[in-house]
Structures are given as C-alpha cells and as structure tokens.
C-alpha cells in the first residue's frame, strides 16, 4: 500500500511535499500525494489572527490523518500550532534551509517605501530598522504576493527565503540577516506529521535530522512558554544551540531581547518564562491594540 501524503495545494506547499516524496521514493517507498484546501487558503483577505492563527493552514490536514483519508501531511513546521491533537506524531523534521526573511523589490533599495506584509513579527522589524517606510498588510500565496509586487501595488514585500529557494524562484531583493531580522519559530523547516501508527512513522522518522530537531524544539519550547499567538511580533531562532528571542511592540520602537547558548529544555523553558515576563507590556498591548485577549 502506498503511503498516502497530504499538502496544500500552493506552488510551495507542493513543492514541499514533492520534496519529502521523493526522499520516500529514494528509500523504496511508494507514495501518492492528495491536495486538502485549509481554511488559511480559502480566506486570504484577511490578517491570519482574525481566522484561528497558525492553525489554519493545518486543521484540515490533522483532521484528515484521523479520519484515516491520508496517512500523514506535509507543512512548514512554524505553520503547526503548539497544541497538537492526540493520535498524530511529529514524524519528522527536515534539515533546515535557510531560517532567514527576503526582502523581494520591485524599485531600487533607496527608493523603497511601500513594504507589504501580514505578519506582525515583520511589521515591528521593518518599522524598527526601516523607518519612514509604509508597511501594509498583503495576503495570499507567494504566486499571489508576487503578482501583487509587479503590478506595482507594492515597492516590496517579505517573502521567507528558505520558500523562494524551494520554489526555484530567482527574484530581485536581498536577504534580511537573521540576527537582526529574528525569524519566526521554525521558519525553513519542513515537517512531516503522520498518524501515530509505526507502519506510517517508522519510514517517516528515517527522513529526520536530529540537529535541526533539537534547535526548533528549543525554539518551540520559549514559543509555548512566551504565549501570545501569532498576534504578538516576536522572532525566536536557534542555530547549533545558540538561541536569539525577542519581543517587540507593534510599533517597533520596543523590545526585549535575549541571546544565549541553550544546554537542555529546561534551559529553554526559563528563557521562554523570562521573556514573557520581561515583555509582559508588549504582550498586553498587542492583544489590546488588536482587540484581543491574551
């Protein structure tokens, strides 16, 4: 029986799933790949904290690995909310590309100062180290992003890198450096989150890469302690242990930083509970700017 592999139906999500099926083919599996629309993909017009957050784009898929219509699915792993229903198993998690943000420009660096994105995470940065620059909200996939960017309606948009390369998409811009531009928890990760059963997860868990597991774990890990949904702008990324976190306000003009080589979990877990308790304002006024409850 072939292993039957879920993804959404973007150019990039497939892209992805084509990815891990290939491995899985390599490794003498057979393999057959259904598209499942999510909510996240039905409803673009909107900034993804009014519509569920992170979850969005990945309900649907959990819900057909238990209805037993697909044998696992394929996301970007910093899509896949930190509370997971029970019965499904992270099989596996790729080898990281690249973790960082792009800034894609239609018009010469100097000359920007429309930016498009919908992530608040970016919108803090960009207002931080791009002053005077007008960032407004853009949705959709990256195809629909970059018809938005050509047809003038924008001077730039943030596209996440690790996307464009997967895409084989070679566009003008320039890369944001990570430690500047924190990314999102897990941002260039590829899962693979199957049905707990060993006949779906035992030629899954072959594909993992236990370095890059490790740093997203940890990254994972101050997230769920840090709260604040996909609401509140902060960027968490972790590179051979060596983590770097920060809070902003929305506005950009405030933050809470730390850096800092992490030993165990538990070391990540009180770095998460020290940064929440440090950026406990900056939480508060997200969710009460957006009309939120934290």
Known sequence: MPL????????LALAQAEKVAGMLRESGH?????????????????????????GVFVRALDEAILAGSIDAAVHSMKDIPAKRPAGLSTCAILERDSPADFLVHSVPEKEIRVIGTSSTRRMAQLKRYR????????????DTRLRKLSEGQFDAIVLAEAGLVRMSLSVPGMRLPPDVHV???????????????????????????????????????????????????QGIYCRDRYLIAEI???????????????????????CGRLL???GAELIREAASTLGLSE
């Open 4 to 11: 039957k592999i879920g993804t959404r139906g973007s150019t």
């Open 30 to 54: 057979e393999v057959e790949l259904s598209i499942i629309s999510t909510l996240g993909d039905e409803v673009s017009g909107v900034p993804l904290h009014e519509i569920g957050g992170q």
């Open 131 to 142: 002053k005077g620059s007008d960032i407004r909200p853009v949705r959709g996939n990256v």
């Open 183 to 233: 990314p999102a928890p897990n941002q260039g990760t590829i899962a693979v989150v199957g049905r707990d059963d060993p006949a779906v997860t035992l030629p899954l868990s072959r594909l993992d890469h236990p370095q890059t597991r490790l740093d997203v774990e940890i990254e994972r890990r101050v997230m769920e302690e840090i709260g604040g949904g996909c609401y509140t702008p």
């Open 248 to 270: 902003l306000s929305l506005d950009g003009e405030r933050r809470v930083r730390r850096e800092e080589e992490i030993g165990s979990m538990d070391e990540a877990t009180e």
């Open 276 to 278: 929440r308790k440090e």
